[in-house]
Nanobody, 124 residues
Framework: QVQLVESGGGLVQAGGSLTLSCAAS????????MGWFRQAPGKEREFVAA????????YYADSVKGRFTISRDNAKNTVYLRMNSLKPDDTAVYYC?????????????????WGQGTQVTVSS
């Protein structure tokens, strides 16, 4: 089992920045990638960004490309999501996920482990 704990969410004005953290523990060696997803009220969970643990390989949704940056600290088993130029449309519960993925473009069902989520609210 892998446990994931997110932190860093909150309320921010449009144009502002936040950094989310996801600390992983347990059998992290069972995974090879981490991802961030988000879900707004009444909408399906959508992909935001993903990264490999073992290489500088990342993948972003078009909606966040150039504004969000995913990074990792392997020594701390922690993945970060730096979010800049936030928009009201970025308001959602953000989840981190871990899995053993063949492709970073894999859908949510490919991830085996999920955190509890952290709320990000962007005011206009």
């Amino acid at each position: 089992q892998v446990q994931l704990v997110e932190s860093g969410g909150g309320l921010v004005q449009a144009g502002g920045s936040l950094t989310l953290s996801c600390a992983a523990s347990g059998r992290t060696f069972d995974t090879n990638a981490m991802g961030w997803f988000r879900q707004a009220p009444g909408k399906e969970r959508e992909f935001v960004a993903a990264t490999r643990w073992s290489a500088e390989i990342t993948y972003y949704a078009d909606s966040v490309k150039g504004r969000f940056t995913i990074s990792r600290d392997n020594a701390k088993n922690t993945v970060y999501l730096r979010m800049n130029s936030l928009k009201p449309d970025d308001t959602a519960v953000y989840y981190c996920a871990a899995g053993r993925l063949r492709l970073l473009t894999s859908p949510p069902r490919a991830y085996s482990y999920w955190g509890q989520g952290t709320q990000v609210t962007v005011s206009s």
